[in-house]
């Protein structure tokens, strides 16, 4: 079966560090999205991206986020200068069709210090 | 606001015994909703979807869950559970025009033997 796959799958950074966090979506989906998992609560939304650029974002996905579909298979979330706060699991997911099921990948557990 | 909600934070049950999962959804034009499955320290792995036709929904691993429009509910069940089944569980909505998936606060389910 098909996979979303992310990467690293832990990372440590210092705060005010840049960090970009990867993930290849499945081949044949067109829509990419990022959420976040702050440990204990509930899946955020930060993000969605078709036709190259951004569709919706949250009140969470400020000037110090960004996102790229750099080579056509890798989709990048990139965090300018990270703050503790930014300490989360971050999940990559894509979908066929936005109104099909989204598949996301096993996270990226980013760790600010 | 649109939003999804998950009343029982953790939900404990004995090995063998039916459990339903409570889901409401704020109401809309248009609706898709998800169970999500969330094991420790891992992803998100989709249990079913409703988006259009019959309301009883199959997943796998036993579950299903019944969409409810005048109750704006999404409540998934089970009849008989095992101690596998322990994992905190995520109900989500993508509504009306929006393609972010909307997720609750999620509910633990704690299968004792």
Redesign the interface.
Known sequence: EPEVTQTPSHQVTQMGQEVILRCVPISNHLYFYWYRQILGQKVEFLVSFYNNEISEKSEIFDDQFSVERPDGSNFTLKIRSTKLEDSAMYFCASSIQGNYGYTFGSGTRLTVV | AQSVTQLDSQVPVFEEAPVELRCNYSSSVSV?L?W?VQYPN?????LL?Y?SGSTLVKGINGFEAEFNKSQTSFHLRKPSVHISDTAEY?C?G?MDS?????????TRLLVRP
């Open positions: 898709y998800f999500y891992q992803g998100l792995q989709l979807k988006l995520f989500a993508r929006s393609y972010k998936l909307i997720f609750g606060s999620g």
